[in-house]
Every structure is written in structure tokens, then in C-alpha cells.
């Protein structure tokens, strides 16, 4: 009973019951008190106004008497007066307290104590008050029967009629005495104590009324539905989500959805934790390293699937001993430093196996904490590393190896950043080759190592991973290098790098332009019969002019103004001629750079055809021209174009003097050389054909070889196809030969046009 009772006063219900009850009692107490005392000072005041009306009514009517001084009279008034129901006492003070009359006989000619209840309202100061106010003239006293009683106090004024009539009275004296009228309050007390009783037992039904009301309501329609909000919430607590229905519409019908709502979403994560909580020990057996649980006491708690099958540790056994076949922990453990500061730590810990290799392992560690945030265990994430640290040990042998081979290749080669192609690294071979010492290179943009006036766009070929021929670099103290790069990607530590090898091609280059300069001088000897033609033609023109000029001298004969003007502009043009040949042979026979310059190749056509001009005239050999106007330029040598063009020329020569030669029907068609230049979307090509016999497939591939020739023997050097084809290669250009539908040769040169 007890304990119903103290889930009674826990309930929703009581408190409210309570809570309301209490606000009701107190508020209509309150009401009840108010209205009590009203009607309390609402019924005293009235009854001390008929008191005050009763005292006039009693002075006025003993007035006459008074003045009469007749005793008797007064008498018989206040005794009658005092008969009324309600009165209790009537007398009469004069100012010294003594009783003059009364309605209790025995009470006249007492005297009372002048400070007596009766007569304090007066006397209580000195002199005695004169004029008081009703409230202070009312006194209230208890009866010796145990009700109370009222008293008021009347003054009685000396009056002119008093004084002059009997002259008992001095005229100076004011107040002659006082008429005390006592009634009895015992049927006021009654009706107010009635009405007392009346209120109370209204509040307090009122109370019960409104409290009853409200515990119907409570009960039915929130202690019910709550009852069962807790049972649907108890059984999701329980892991069962059943819906709670809920009749009535309102709130709790709104909470009651709610709840069914959340019961719905709690069902939905349950299952998907579910599935976690599946997948999660799946992944926890399945992963493929060592995971275990530990106490402090390095004793495993848990373990994977991994663990059980490498290990097999029995119940209770020691992490130490069961998989690092040690007697005690590790000197520096990182499950005792997870237990000491809670926080994960990692580690890596050898140790002998128990075939007696040593093993490497790496672990992590991460505490596991209660609510209290302490922690009670640790898992310990553990990854056999022994194979890793074996092949490091390969790879470092490995490393030094090629290191060795890095540093000691004949060849300088250059680590290059991606971004910048800063130096990080270099082989000694660049000391060498170059004159700096490694601290010296260094950290150096590689751009440091060519012109200025070429660095742009040799940079921007490396970083396209393009390689380079021939390239112009700058060694120590001014040195010049020609080089051939090649550049190829590469990983280095945290770097993406350009691997750059470069080829030291100085010395190779000096032989080239030796054999190139020797193939001059041999194609100049070959030359020597045209050039000869061409230097005995202007030579015959100006000896004849000096002839005639002579012999008009000796016989002083006048040679006739616009004669000798034109035998004088003939020789002038002649000697031009003949400067402008021999200028040509000096220029062509000069020793050229590898340099790249703007170059136009039909200039550079024109002057290779014009050496042979004659020549080929003399042979009968027709030239025919096909050149495209405004020709864009390419990055080249005219010099070397012109060893290159006069190469060709020279071999279309002797193939059509073979042909002719081989041929019993010689035509004008049959000897005829066609130079062609032209343009596609990106290259300048040119095009040299004869009307020869051709290059036979079989040795098409191997013309532009070293040393290979099809003269007869003595009648050429196998050079000058193998030097044109690497000074077009020089300027990035193509060469290829072809036969034509007429059986003869075709080569065809091309060469990149300048984009900027």
C-alpha cells in the first residue's frame, strides 16, 4: 500500500491533481477571507452607526429630563431603553467616573477608575479629549459569558440651557459626562461564524468539484495515453518496434506518431547497424594483418582471424609470448604508452620468430576507454614487415649500385625539377666535361648552360621531352660545348624530374665540318672545268675589247663615243662577272659554323644552279624551274644548303651522263633536271629529279650510308649524300628518295617553317 501510494505521488496525475487542488483552495481561501472580513466590517460598522443612533436616540430622549434635573425620569428611560433585546449595559459618568445611572441598580453612585476601559478613550491624555471620532469613541470587550460585546462612548456637552436654568454648572466647563452604551455582538459572532462555515465548505467543495474533474480528465485522457507512450517506448527500449495507438486526436496523438516515427527510424538504423556491426566484425576477421585486444596486463582479450590461424594463442596467453616469442614486454611498448597517456602510438619492434628469423613488425596502437573516459584496453594494429625491410635492404644494395653506375658514366647526366629544371642532382662526368665542380652546378637553372639568346626555346623542348642535336652549351670560363641531348621522365625522391643525358659531340662536330670541308674542296675540283668555262668566257670578252681598243690606239684612230662606251660597259659587267664567280667559289669554300639563322631556300637553290649553269649547258643538260614566290623561311645555314643542293645537282649530273651514255636514242627529254620548291601547312619542301636511271629499291636505303657509292671506283668518295643527310638533320629537316614513272631519282628535302 505504501509503495502505491509513493508511485501515487510520483505520478503525473497526483501532481497535477495536487498542483491544481492547492492553487484552487488557496485562491477561493484567499476570496473566502476577503469577503469575510468585508461582510465582518460591513456588519460592525453598521452596528456601531445604530449604537451611535441609539446613544443620541437616549441623550435626546433624557434631554429634558436632564435639563428638569429630574432623576427619577432618567431613571426609568435608560431601564426601559436597556430592556430592548441586545443592550446590555446603559449608564450615565459624570466627569469624575462616578455612575449617575444605570440599568443595574447596584452600579449607581459607584465610582470607576478614571482610566478604566469605559472612560480611557477620553482620559488616556491630558487634558481629557473633547471631540473624538466614532471609531475611537467604540471599544470591544468580552463578555464573562464568553461572547463579545461592543461599547461606545457618548460625551454629554454642557449646554447653555444647563448653565443658565439651574446653574449647577459653570459655564466653562464643557464636557459634563459621558453615556456609555454596551450592546451584545453574540448574534453578529453567530451570523459571522455561519458564514465563516458556509464559505469554507463551498471553497472546499469547490476544491474537491474542480480536483475530481481534473483527475477524470488526467486519468482518462493523459495518465492512459502517457501509460502507454511509456510501454511503447519501454519496448523500443527493448528492441521491439511495435506501434502505439493512440484514439483520441491532440498532442499525445501527435507525440504518439512521433514516437511511432522514431520507433520506425530506430528500426531502420538498428538494421543498418546491424549490418555494420556485421561487416565491421568481417572486416575486423578478414583484414589482412594482426589486430588484438590487450588488458594491462599485455594479456589478449581478442584477436582476428589472421592471429588465430598464424599463432593459435591458448586462453589467457601474453602478447609478448605469443607471437614475439619474448619472455617480457618490449623495452619501449606501445600498448604500455597507450595505457600510461591514452593516446595511439606507434612503433616498430623486431624480433626472433619461432623458426628463429628475425621478423619486423610495425604497430599501431588505440586506446579503448569506458564512459568514464578511462581506459580499460588497447588494440594493438600489427603488419608483419619482414619481407619490406629484407627488400630494403636489397633495394640499398641496389641503390649504391646504380648509384655507382650514375656517377661513373662516361656521359654527364643531369637530375632537372619538372617545373623549373633546377639542377638537384649531377654525375661527376659533368666536371669534365664542363670544367664546374658538383657544388657548382648545383642548384643552377640548367638554362644557365646555353646562349641567352636560344635558352627560351631550348627550355621548352626539354620540358616536352624532346631531344636535342647539336646544341650549343657554354662550359667554365666561357668554354664552348656542342652537345646532343636526350631528356627523358623520371621519379625521384617527392619529385616528378627530367632525367637529361647529354653527349659531348665537340670534337666529332670539328671532324664532320673537316669532311664537310673536304667534300667542298672536292666538289670545287669537279667544278673545275665549268668554272674554268665560266671565267674563260668573261676573260675572252674583255681581251677582245682590249684588242680593239689597243689597235685603234697604235693606228691614232678615234674610236667613236658610243663604241668605247659599250666596250668600256662590257668590260665592266665581264669583270663582275668574273669577281661575282670568284667570289662565290671563296664563299662557298669557306669553313662554316653549325649555326641556325633565317635562311630562304630558293636563294640558296639559285646559287648552287648558277656554278653549274654553264656546265650543265655545255652537256646539253635542260634545268627546269618550278620555285613558289615569297617562300617562308627556315632556321638554317645558306652555306650548307648550298653544299647540300650542289650534292644533288653533281649526282643528277653523272646519273643523266650515265643514262646518256648507257642510252643509243638521246632525246632533249632524256636529259633534263626539274627543281621544285613548294609549301604544305607546316614544312618548306624541295624537290630535285632527273631523268637518270633511277635508284634501284634494293639500295635505296642505303645511299645516304657512309662511304656508299655506285660510281666506279676512284670516281667517288660515298660522302657527299652521307654529309647532306646529317646537315639536314642538322636543321630538323627530312630527305627521302624515290624513283620516278620516267625511271629516274627524286629526293625529296623538308624542312620546318619558323612559327615565330
Known amino acids: ?108 453612585g459607584s465610582v470607576t477608575n478614571i482610566k478604566a476601559e469605559a472612560c480611557d478613550v477620553c482620559h488616556r491624555t491630558e ?40 446653574h449647577f454648572h459653570p459655564k466653562d466647563k464643557i464636557v459634563l459626562g459621558a453615556l456609555d452604551v454596551v450592546i451584545s455582538l453574540e448574534q453578529t459572532d453567530n451570523k459571522i461564524a455561519f458564514y465563516k462555515r458556509g464559505l469554507l465548505f463551498f471553497a472546499f467543495c469547490i476544491v474537491f468539484i474542480c480536483s475530481s474533474i481534473i483527475g477524470i480528465f488526467v486519468l482518462r485522457f493523459v495518465n492512459q495515453p502517457i501509460k502507454k507512450l511509456i510501454r511503447g517506448t519501454q519496448q523500443i527500449s527493448q528492441g521491439s518496434y511495435g506501434r502505439i495507438d493512440i484514439i483520441q486526436d491532440g498532442e499525445i496523438k501527435q507525440l504518439a506518431k512521433a514516437i511511432n516515427q522514431m520507433a520506425e527510424q530506430i528500426k531502420i538504423k538498428q538494421n543498418v547497424l546491424n549490418e555494420q556491426r556485421k561487416e565491421y566484425q568481417n572486416l575486423f576477421e578478414a583484414v589482412p594483418c594482426l589486430i588484438t585486444v590487450q588488458n594491462r596486463n599485455f594479456q589478449l582479450l581478442k584477436y582476428n582471424r589472421e592471429f588465430q590461424d598464424r599463432f593459435h594463442p591458448e586462453e589467457g596467453a601474453l602478447c609478448f609470448e ?21 593516446r595511439p602510438h606507434n612503433s616498430e619492434q623486431k624480433g626472433i620468430s619461432k623458426n628463429g628469423n628475425p621478423t619486423y613488425w610495425t604497430l599501431r596502437t588505440a586506446p579503448i576507454t569506458n564512459l568514464q573516459g578511462k581506459v580499460t584496453a588497447v588494440m594493438e594494429i600489427s603488419i608483419d614487415i619482414t619481407q619490406i625491410r629484407l627488400l630494403e635492404k636489397e633495394v640499398s644494395k641496389s641503390e649504391e649500385k646504380y648509384r655507382a653506375i650514375f656517377d661513373n658514366i662516361p656521359n654527364p647526366l643531369f637530375v632537372l625539377e619538372e617545373g623549373n629544371l633546377k639542377i638537384i642532382d649531377c654525375n661527376a662526368s659533368v666536371s669534365s666535361v664542363y670544367g664546374f665542380t658538383k657544388q657548382e652546378t648545383l642548384n643552377r637553372p640548367f638554362e644557365d648552360f646555353f646562349d641567352p639568346e636560344i635558352q627560351t626555346s631550348i627550355i621548352e623542348k626539354i620540358k616536352r621531352v624532346e631531344s636535342i642535336s647539336k646544341v650549343r652549351q657554354i662550359g667554365k670560363n666561357g668554354k664552348i660545348i656542342f652537345t646532343n641531348i636526350h631528356v627523358s621522365p623520371s621519379e625521384y625522391p617527392e619529385h616528378k624530374v627530367l632525367l637529361v643525358n647529354t653527349t659531348d659531340v665537340t670534337e666529332r662536330l670539328i671532324a664532320e665540318q673537316q669532311l664537310i670541308q673536304a667534300s667542298k674542296m672536292a666538289t670545287l675540283g669537279e667544278m673545275s672545268t665549268g668554272i674554268d668555262h665560266e671565267l674563260n668566257q668573261p676573260l675572252s670578252v674583255i681581251k677582245s675589247a682590249s684588242n680593239f681598243i689597243t689597235k685603234k690606239v697604235k693606228l691614232n684612230e ?32 669557306r669553313k662554316s659554323d653549325v649555326t641556325k639563322e633565317k635562311a630562304q631556300v630558293n636563294q640558296a637553290l ?83 629529279e632527273d631523268t637518270g636511271d633511277g635508284i634501284p629499291d634494293e639500295i635505296a636505303n642505303k645511299i645516304f650510308e657512309p662511304f656508299f657509292t655506285t660510281k666506279d671506283v676512284g670516281k667517288g668518295t660515298g660522302l657527299g649524300l652521307s654529309i647532306s643527310y646529317g646537315i639536314i638533320q642538322d636543321y630538323n629537316g627530312t630527305i627521302s628518295v624515290t624513283s620516278t614513272q620516267k625511271g629516274g631519282a627524286l629526293f625529296t628535302i623538308k624542312f620546318p617553317i619558323i612559327t615565330t
Request: proline share 4%; aromatic share 6%.
Open 127 to 166: 487634558p481629557p479629549s473633547e471631540h473624538l471620532e466614532l471609531n475611537e469613541r467604540k471599544r470591544i470587550i468580552l463578555s464573562p459569558k464568553g461572547y463579545r460585546l461592543m461599547g461606545i462612548i457618548s460625551p454629554i456637552f454642557n449646554e447653555p440651557g444647563c448653565s443658565e436654568s439651574c
Open 606 to 688: 639559285t646559287k648552287a644552279f648558277d656554278i653549274f649553269r654553264e656546265q650543265l649547258k655545255l652537256r646539253q643538260i635542260e634545268v627546269i624551274q618550278n620555285l613558289q614566290e615569297d617562300l617562308p623561311v627556315i632556321l638554317a645555314d645558306e652555306n650548307r644548303l648550298e653544299q647540300v643542293f650542289i650534292n644533288l645537282l653533281i649526282n643528277a649530273r653523272d646519273a643523266i651522263e650515265e643514262s646518256a651514255g648507257n642510252s643509243q636514242n638521246i632525246t632533249k627529254e632524256t636529259k633534263q633536271i626539274y627543281l621544285t620548291t613548294k609549301t604544305s601547312d607546316t614544312s618548306v619542301i624541295i624537290k630535285i
Open 1 to 108: 500500500m505504501i509503495k502505491q501510494l509513493r508511485i501515487l505521488k510520483k505520478s503525473l496525475a497526483y501532481k497535477l491533481i495536487f498542483t491544481v487542488g492547492l492553487t484552487l483552495l488557496i485562491t477561493i481561501l484567499l476570496w473566502a477571507f476577503f469577503i469575510i472580513k468585508y461582510e465582518e466590517n460591513k456588519a460592525m460598522d453598521g452596528i456601531t452607526a445604530e449604537a451611535d443612533r441609539l446613544s443620541n436616540t437616549i441623550l435626546l430622549g433624557a434631554h429634558y429630563a436632564m435639563m428638569l434635573n429630574a432623576r427619577d425620569d432618567i431613571t426609568h428611560i435608560i431601564q426601559n431603553i436597556a430592556k430592548q433585546p441586545g443592550i446590555e449595559h446603559l449608564r450615565i459618568f459624570n466627569k469624575a467616573g462616578e455612575i449617575h445611572f444605570s440599568n443595574i441598580n447596584k452600579e449607581v
Open 322 to 342: 605469443a607471437y614475439k616469442n619474448q619472455p617480457e614486454p618490449c623495452e619501449q611498448c606501445p600498448v604500455a604508452a597507450t595505457f600510461r597517456d591514452g
Open 558 to 589: 678615234i674610236i667613236p663615243k658610243d663604241i668605247m662606251t659599250t666596250l668600256t660597259e662590257e668590260i665592266d659587267g665581264q669583270v663582275d662577272r668574273a669577281s661575282k664567280i670568284i667570289n662565290h667559289m671563296r664563299e662557298f669554300g
